[in-house]
């Protein structure tokens, strides 16, 4: 069976809560409706893992607001990556404590893996961008882009 790296989010209306609400149920009904450029996928079959990232602004955000590729070395962000997720999984895990639009499922990301720069790249950036677009804080680190 293949290990599966899920990072699936969806776009959220800020106006209002019953749009977002309607907006979840619409995309888990028809996903088809998503735009190719809403989604980020990256797959390795020999390592058996798949990352999907559906968020509408994050490629836009991902192009103009992040460091480039090389810009942080692979072990930096193995490591961000690991307290992150950690986090992330930690509020999954407490759907009375923690919005549960915003932490649908919990991130299967084990740190014995090597996922490669560009796995781990996407991973750390859509945290950042997570973390500043909806005000959420994983770590005691300041999320910059």
């Keep these: 069976m293949k290990n599966l790296i899920y990072i699936i989010i969806i776009i959220f209306l800020i106006a209002s809560c019953n749009s977002s609400k309607s907006l979840v149920l619409d995309h888990k009904k028809d996903e088809t409706a998503t735009k190719p450029s809403d989604t980020i996928r990256i797959a390795n079959d ?18 103009g607001q992040s460091k480039p590729r090389g810009y942080y070395t692979e072990s930096y962000l193995e490591n961000r990556n690991k ?40 991973i750390y950036n859509y945290m950042i961008y997570f973390q500043i ?3 959420q804080q994983l770590s005691g680190f300041v999320p910059r882009p």
């Design 83 to 122: 307290i992150y997720v950690n986090e992330w999984n930690n509020r999954a895990r407490q759907p009375q404590r923690f919005d549960t639009n915003l932490y649908e499922m919990q991130i299967n990301y084990d740190s014995n893996i090597h996922y490669g720069y560009e796995v781990n790249y996407l």
């Design 46 to 63: 020999e390592l058996e893992y798949e990352v999907i990232i559906i968020d509408g602004g994050f490629t836009s955000w991902l192009n």
């Design 133 to 135: 677009t909806y005000k």
